[in-house]
């Protein structure tokens, strides 16, 4: 997996769990890729709402824990990554909407195919 810099943008939580946007700390990869023929771009700020959202400390931690989706690359993935699978946070939940399983995806200039969709949660 990728462990480059990172940037501070925007979340925007799904109105399932009462909407607004939070913090949160991405990759530029992630907002850089296309999924379902959209962009992966964050939503518009500011943060409405305190804190910041949470990728990797679990999903039974408390506050918003990211929605994502889980692509299978269609060839060699990209360098410096290494499996058949990967995780792209997903900070739209318009786009996230849109990435139907099968959905292409194109993540540092490699194909891959939406294989599993996990919700955000909000504890």
């Known amino acids: 997996m990728s462990s480059g810099r990172f940037v501070r943008t925007f979340y925007g939580i799904s109105t399932e769990n009462g909407g607004g946007v939070i913090n949160i700390r991405l990759q530029p990869e992630t907002l850089s890729a296309q999924i379902g023929g959209a962009a992966n771009a964050a939503p518009a700020g500011p943060a409405t709402v305190p804190g910041s959202a949470t990728i990797s400390q679990g999903r039974r ?22 499996g058949l699978t990967a995780r792209i946070v997903v900070p739209n939940p318009t786009v996230y909407a849109g990435a139907t399983l099968g959905s292409a995806v194109t993540y540092l200039e490699t194909e891959a195919t939406v294989v599993g969709r996990t919700p955000e949660t909000v504890k």
Do not use: I, K, L, Q
Not at 61 to 82: F, K
């Open 61 to 82: 931690s408390a506050g918003v824990n990211v929605r994502y989706v889980t692509v299978a690359w269609t060839g060699d993935p990209p360098d410096d990554y290494e």
